[in-house]
């Protein structure tokens, strides 16, 4: 029991000032009582006596249907003066249960139950009439059932309890003793208010719901009973229950009881909770009413509370048998949808609204109540903007946004959504979503109502005007402005006179905006005549008049000229005036065609021809709906052939999935608009809709097309699973209703690699020498048009082929590589290569990927390219080069920057290795000649596996020379001297002269480089030991025995003691070019 406590408590939160009541009643008395939605029900009894009661000689019963006073709950306790006793249903709400003394099955009553209270066991006041049944409810204060689906408030008036129904219940606001207010109000439960004659009392101060809420502006509605002494009446409102604004009601003032009470609210911020409560002042205190809220919103755009069936939204059924329905409960109207049946049902089930153009709104706003009970899958909350409006929504693009909504807690409460922002989509048709799911374990109960989507509509420019000869093509008559109707076309009516006149349409005010036809209409009068324009701004049309239909069935029904947009024959008619055209007629048999046309012309389209067949018995209908620029026929259905698409993706094996486009609209009619650009379908893989094999990557689709007898030729494409277009398939012609099969083989994967990257050339400030290689390691050329790159950097490559083991390269500044490499490149369109390292993807025009490198500066990848010169190398191309360990630094020095940075690349060609196969093994660099050393020489041998070409090779250091084009074979040498003929002369051996220079008798370095400027052998050479000193002008060569040891150590080194010849003067000379080397004999 809440006893004097609980009075106190309520004292502080509803805010009542001043005195409770002046005098006594009688005795207890019922002070309230609610019949509301689902369980929410309870009894209030009140004592206003003057003295605490002791509640053991009361009791309250209940008779049911008509029967007598049975089920019984005694009270215990003493209940305080003043204070109130509240027995409340188990499955009541939250807000009833918290205020509640005991809960009882007295309180499991219906409207048409009577109540009763008992004191000793003696009626003393009741609810109803024991022993009769009224049906729905007891009727009271002139309202019918007013205890079904009704709180009543006993009057502050009523002193004693009286076992007369009748009375109690009245039959006028007047004379009843109760108050009815509607379903659920618990505002005035916890608390009670008698005045029996001793005084005023605080006033009755009753929040009631808000009305005229609108674009920043609503009416606060209350109402007040002055309860004996004059009140002021004011609202208090604000953005918080702190309020912080105040306005007086009208009246402000008031001597009456139940008064209404109202205050204008404007310059509210549309989308923004506001809260408000009535507060009454009198000289007994002040009453503060329950807190409420409401929401300012600008224009509607969609408004749902499901009164008879489910209204603009409609329902979709993915899986399951269970559906969104209509459904109401006391008074409330809602949608619907359960799981269970018999049993929980696995379903997927979606409400979905009608579609809305937000684009004519900004600051879109939404806000919902739900009700749910027992458990299953949270309710959905989805948005798109690309849903054709029918069929499966899965096959559309939806944003989840449950998590924006507040949802009912359970026990078939009712939560309110709060606002949720829609401001962040846009488009002519955005679709809202409700999405239920229910498992064969679990299915929960969703109902939804009370659905506002509200926006600020824009004030657009001019949509459309007639300009024209009879306004001298004035662009900014207002007088031709077209106005939008209710069939969603703009319309303009003007009287012209006898005359010939031209127009077109505007879409603005000058020139500048669109304008169309392209070619001006004519309009010819014989007298005066109101002429009505018909405007269709998404799709250019325009019309005077009626539109018409021209076919090729015309002439067989001996009605004027086929195909003739002139033929009145051809007229259309508006019957509804609904801006939906039709033309019936008995066509004879066979297949026709037809097409509707404008103006006796055919300079604008309503799309393609449209087939149909005629038995010749029944008519035929054509029906256009301008609005939508969509034209249907009805009679005896077309004839279709079953069409296969096939997009084969078993080389490459890379998507999970395609949607169908084609030039067909949604019953299959040819349509060169591709169905306004709506994808058609899903292709499949599951072995069903024609798909032969299951997970072949084959994906499949069969639909039935309407047999036009190739009078037009069809397209097709496919988009990837995130609806980006893919590829066009081959056109098809439909000529019979023979099956047809269409399919597109997306090519395998090329064999491109990246092969070298410049990620961090060796600049302060911008890096315009980045750059990306690609190499061809197949054996085909390859066609790079719309090749492009995926990740890395933004380059689609245009039409180029690139031959088999070529190389093609990209960078970020293409006169930099020019500049700096000599090398020309494709510049790519923005973008740069992380310093960091990251990935590269190289895609094919079908959006597969070719090759991808993901590389980095940190091992296993070679750090030296991070700007300290190199690029980065992939070289052998049998490896895998998304792996770092497979790349190197590049060592081909190309450039040097203006910092003196040097730059290592090779940008369009092969790898440069430096040539370490070459070893100088052999130097005679003091002949025992007296004056030149015409003699000298050095040896060359291969000591590799492989030949090895020579061209580009030279000397750096020691003689000058660059060899000319020739290869030394493995274990070869090649002999360079000082002078060619003194060598032939003196040994018999044919050399190579060196371009100029001698040895130095001294000792020098000898350095040997490759043409790609790499040291192939180096050492430097002395006269004195450790080197050989019979090598310093005593005759003898100096050679290297192990050609595999270390020439630039001197003990490698050894003096020939092989005899080969007598110089000129006589001195013997010992050597072995082009020779093996000969150890000499041990001392």
């Avoid at 003043?82 to 939250?94: E, K, M, P, R, W």
């Avoid at 706003?365 to 027992?374: D, G, V, Y």
């Avoid at 094996?653 to 949607?659: D, K, N």
């Amino acid at each position: 029991m809440k006893k004097l406590i609980h009075f106190l408590f309520l004292t502080a939160v509803l805010g009542f000032t001043g005195l409770w009541a002046t005098g006594q009643t009688t005795d207890l008395l019922f002070s309230e009582y609610a019949e509301g939605s689902s369980n929410n029900k309870y009894i209030e009894i009140y004592n206003g006596t003057g003295a605490d009661v002791d509640l053991s000689v009361y009791s309250v019963k209940i008779g049911s249907n008509g029967n007598l006073f049975g089920i019984t709950e005694s009270l215990t306790g003493v209940l305080a003066d003043g204070d109130v006793f509240i027995i409340a249903n188990g499955n009541a709400n939250a807000t009833i249960l918290a205020l509640a003394d005991i809960t009882s099955g007295v309180a499991n009553f219906n409207g048409d139950d009577v109540v009763g209270l008992f004191k000793n066991n003696v009626l003393i006041d009741i609810i109803g009439i024991e022993g009769n049944d009224p049906g729905s409810g007891w009727d009271v204060a002139g309202v019918i059932g007013g205890t079904v689906n009704h709180t009543l408030v006993r009057k502050a008036s009523i002193c004693t309890p009286t076992t007369d129904w009748a009375v109690s219940a009245g039959t006028t606001t007047t004379d009843s003793q109760w108050e009815v207010y509607a379903i659920d109000t618990f505002d005035y439960l916890g608390f009670h208010t008698a005045n029996c004659g001793g005084g005023p009392v605080a006033p009755t101060a009753i929040t009631n719901e808000a009305s005229g809420i609108g674009n920043g502006v609503a009416t606060l509605n209350g109402t007040v009973s002055a309860n004996g002494a004059e009140a002021t009446i004011t609202f208090e409102y604000g953005t918080t229950e702190a309020y912080g604004n105040t306005i007086d009601a009208t009246p402000h003032t008031t001597t009456g009881d139940n008064i209404p009470v109202t205050a204008d609210l404007s310059g509210l911020n549309n989308g923004t909770t506001y809260h408000y409560r009535v507060v009454a002042t009198n000289s007994a205190g002040t009453t503060q009413g329950a807190d409420k809220t409401l929401i300012p919103y600008a224009d509607i755009i969609n408004q749902e509370n499901f009164e008879n069936d489910l209204g603009t939204w409609s329902e979709y059924s993915v899986t399951g048998d269970q559906i969104w329905a209509q459904s109401a409960y006391s008074g409330t109207t809602f949608a619907k949808i359960s799981g269970y049946a018999g049993g929980n049902n696995t379903n997927e089930d979606w409400l979905i609204s009608p579609a809305m153009n937000f684009d004519n709104y900004t600051n879109e706003i939404f806000w919902f109540k739900t009700a749910m009970n027992f458990s299953g899958p949270p309710l959905q909350l989805k948005v798109s903007t690309d849903y054709s409006g029918s069929g499966d929504p899965n096959a559309a693009t939806w944003t989840d946004i449950t998590s924006s909504a507040l949802w009912s807690s359970g026990g078939y409460a009712w939560q309110n959504s709060g606002v949720i922002d829609l401001s962040a989509f846009n488009g002519t048709t955005v679709y809202v979503a409700f999405v239920y799911t229910s498992t064969d374990a679990a299915s929960a109960t969703w109902e939804v109502t009370g659905i506002l989507i509200s926006g600020e509509q824009q004030t657009l420019p001019t949509a459309a005007r007639i300009v024209g000869s009879m306004n001298d093509w004035n662009t900014t008559d207002p007088n031709y402005v077209m106005a939008l109707n209710i069939n969603g076309v703009y319309e303009l009516t003007k009287a012209l006179d006898a005359g010939n006149y031209e127009y077109k349409v505007l879409e603005g005010d000058d020139w500048t905006a669109p304008s169309y036809p392209g070619a001006n209409q004519g309009i010819a009068l014989t007298a005066t005549e109101n002429i009505i324009w018909k405007t269709n701004i998404d799709y250019d049309l325009v019309f005077h008049g009626v539109p018409a239909v021209a076919g090729n069935f015309f002439e067989a029904m001996g009605q004027g000229s086929n195909w003739t947009p002139g033929n009145p024959a051809g007229d259309m008619t508006d019957p509804e005036g609904d801006d939906v055209y039709t033309w019936t007629g008995l066509v004879p048999e066979g297949n026709w065609e037809f097409k509707v046309t404008f103006n006796e012309n055919w300079d604008q389209s309503t799309g393609g021809n449209v087939g149909f067949i005629s038995d010749g018995v029944n008519e035929t209908t054509m029906t256009y709906t301008f609005a939508t620029n969509t034209t249907e026929v009805t009679g005896p259905p077309p004839p279709t052939a079953p069409v296969t698409f096939i997009v084969d993706d078993s080389q490459n094996q890379h998507f999970a999935g395609f949607f169908l486009k084609g030039s067909w609209d949604s019953n299959g009619q040819y349509d060169p608009s591709w169905n306004g650009g709506a994808e058609h379908t899903l292709f499949f893989d599951d072995g069903t809709h024609g798909d032969a094999t299951a997970g072949d990557h084959i994906w499949t689709v069969t639909l039935d097309l309407v047999v036009d007898g190739g009078n037009n030729v069809w397209s097709w494409g496919f988009n990837n699973p995130e609806h980006t277009w893919i590829a066009q398939g081959a056109d098809f012609q439909i000529i019979t209703t023979d099956p047809i099969t269409n399919t597109f083989v997306l090519p395998g994967t090329p064999d491109l690699v990246i092969s070298e990257i410049m990620y961090n050339p060796p600049e302060s400030g911008t890096d315009s020498l980045e750059y990306i290689e690609i190499y061809n390691r197949g054996t085909d050329a390859i066609d790079l048009n719309g090749y492009y790159f995926a990740a890395g950097v933004d380059f689609t490559f245009p039409q180029v082929q690139l031959a088999p083991e070529e190389y093609i390269v990209i960078s970020v500044d293409s006169m930099a590589m020019i500049n700096t490499f000599g090398v020309e490149t494709y510049q790519w369109f923005s973008g740069g290569l992380s310093n960091g390292g990251e990935e590269i993807t190289l895609a094919n025009n079908y959006q597969t990927p070719v090759n991808s490198v993901t590389f980095d500066d940190a091992s296993p990848w070679p750090t030296e390219p991070d700007g300290n010169g190199p690029s980065l190398r992939f070289c052998d191309f049998t490896l895998d080069n998304s792996l770092g360990e497979n790349w190197s630094a590049s060592l081909a020095l190309a450039a040097t920057n203006g910092a003196g940075d040097p730059i290592y690349g090779t940008p369009g060609s092969a790898c440069i290795f430096p040539i370490t196969d070459l070893v100088i093994t052999e130097v005679m660099y003091d002949s025992p000649e007296v004056g030149l050393d015409v003699l000298d020489f050095i040896e060359i041998q291969n000591v590799g596996t492989d030949p090895v070409d020579l061209e580009g090779c030279y000397f750096a250091k020691g003689i000058e020379f660059t060899f000319p084009a020739m290869v030394l074979d493995p274990g070869n040498y090649v002999v360079l001297c000082a002078d060619a003929a003194a060598f032939q002369l003196s040994f018999g051996i044919d050399a190579i002269e060196w371009t100029s220079g001698w040895l130095e008798n001294t000792g020098e370095e000898i350095e040997l480089r490759d043409s790609h400027n790499f040291v192939v052998d180096y050492f430097e050479y002395e006269n004195e030991a450790p080197w050989p000193l019979n090598a310093a002008g005593l005759g003898s060569s100096m050679t290297l025995c192990d050609p595999l040891s270390d020439n630039a150590d001197p003990t490698n080194w050894s003096a020939s003691d092989e005899f080969l010849a007598l110089s000129f003067f006589g001195d013997s000379i010992w050597a072995t070019p082009y020779g093996g080397c000969v150890y000499p004999i041990p001392d």
